[in-house]
């Protein structure tokens, strides 16, 4: 223990919780499992100290204070790294949604997807459609009646996890000008899918068929966006946080 209080290493480094990420508290009545490979900066199986075990047989493993800084400076790092990756590809997928190509190309489609996610930070939504047994949506299966005009622009409003409702503007007016043209676009593209379509119909389809999830994986790739579309809103909400 050391001048704080805190529960250290034989190395002299604070423990921290991984649970709390916090300095660590020892329960006397927790089973504890000493990691006798543990070292600082050690790789994976040597980078915990110890771990408690509760009562119904819950871990917390706890960590020197130099592996958790190290660990959270390598998240950042990872994550500004994919930031920079995503305004470069959006750049790319920007030109197929601007492109004057057929509303049912692929290209353009799961372009179109990705700028609605963009813009709103939305989910993808599950293939099946359906999560802990309850109906959800997202940017690749929302249907046609969850489009509304609004002004000059669209109003969506989907069903997404735990029962919660979300309602999403897509105004032209409202964005900035690098915003702007790829905006008006994907109103347009909306507008144009939902014409003639039943209210639980589908917007984004390629030929009257559902989106691919690995083919929208695929697109990505070739953009250079070599991560999940789930980590998109990850990422925007970042930029917009």
């Known amino acids: 223990m050391n ?110 997807i990705l700028e609605f996610m963009y813009i709103t930070t939305c989910r993808p939504g599950t293939k099946a459609g359906m999560t802990a047994g309850s109906r959800t949506y997202g940017a690749m299966n929302f249907p046609a009646s969850a489009v509304k005009a609004v002004g000059a622009g669209l109003g969506i409003t989907i069903p997404i996890k735990s029962g919660k409702i979300e309602k999403y503007l897509l105004d032209p007016s409202k964005v900035g000008a690098s915003d702007k043209k790829a905006m008006q676009a994907l109103v347009q593209f909306i507008r144009t899918k939902t014409e003639g379509k039943a209210s639980d119909d589908i917007v984004f389809t390629i030929s009257g068929r559902r989106p691919d999830p690995n083919k929208l994986k695929a697109y990505m790739k070739t953009i250079g966006l070599p991560i999940t579309a789930h980590k998109i809103r990850t990422l925007r909400g970042t930029l917009l946080a």
Request: proline fraction near 5%; avoid cysteine; aromatic fraction near 10%.
């Open 3 to 112: 001048d704080n209080a805190n529960y250290t290493d034989k190395f002299g480094n604070e423990i921290i919780s991984q649970s709390t990420g916090k300095p660590a508290g020892i329960n006397p009545d927790f089973g504890l499992t000493i990691n006798e490979n543990y070292e600082p900066g050690g790789g994976r199986g040597r980078n915990w100290v110890l771990y408690s075990t509760s009562p119904v047989g819950t871990k917390n493993y706890l960590f020197g204070k130099s592996y958790v800084a190290d660990s959270v400076a390598n998240k950042f790092s990872k994550v500004a790294d994919a930031t920079a990756k995503l305004e470069t590809a959006k750049k790319r997928w920007r030109q197929d949604v601007l492109a004057q190509s057929d509303d049912d190309h692929p290209a353009k489609v799961y372009a179109m």
